[in-house]
């Protein structure tokens, strides 16, 4: 039997085709990145509450070779972008999944022109690259609290010394 591709695929979108796919999304537009290496607590809890503050949240990761560049350590990422889409894109709080190859997404948000811009409470707004952007366009920055301490990184660390 042949079984259909899962409905969620179809929220993976290449960077050159993401200003057509937001064009059909409900406003405001939510837009955060970040790696979203290993999915947690954390990252769920995050992306839902990006996405209650507007119509649409699209996720733009970071490819392969740029979180390479963030120091992360030499064998990260553990999942492939291709895998870190699927699982990012399969999540009902997330309605865009794109990436972004340089070393942060100023270029990405300065096409999709996001209503709401928004990071974890790692970054204060002042910031947030895109922020003074978004802000001169009438949008919104916001920072929000980690609800959860866990990260990859720290669960990374607690597997090896197993």
Not at 46 to 57: D, I
Not at 69 to 82: F, S, T, V, Y
Not at 87 to 110: G, K, M, N, R, Y
Request: hydrophobic share 45%.
């Amino acid at each position: 039997m042949n079984y259909p591709t899962p409905d969620f695929e179809r929220k993976i979108v290449a960077p050159e085709q993401i200003v057509a796919a937001c064009a059909n999304l409900p406003r405001p537009l939510v837009f955060t990145n970040g790696c979203f290496d290993i999915i947690h607590r954390g990252h769920v809890s995050y992306l839902a509450q990006a996405r209650a503050l507007g119509g649409s949240l699209i996720l733009a990761l970071n490819t392969d070779a740029s979180v390479k560049r963030q120091g992360k350590g030499d064998d990260r990422p553990i999942n492939e972008l291709a895998q870190r889409a699927a699982v990012c894109a399969a999540l009902q709080s997330v309605d865009l999944v794109t990436w972004f190859d340089e070393d942060t997404p100023f270029d990405l948000i300065q096409l999709i022109q996001p209503d709401v811009l928004v990071k974890g409470g790692d970054w204060s707004p002042d910031k947030i690259v895109g922020a003074a952007e978004t802000l001169a366009r009438g949008g919104a920055v916001h920072s929000i609290p980690f609800l959860h301490e866990t990260s990859t990184t720290k669960m990374l660390q607690k597997i090896r010394m197993l």
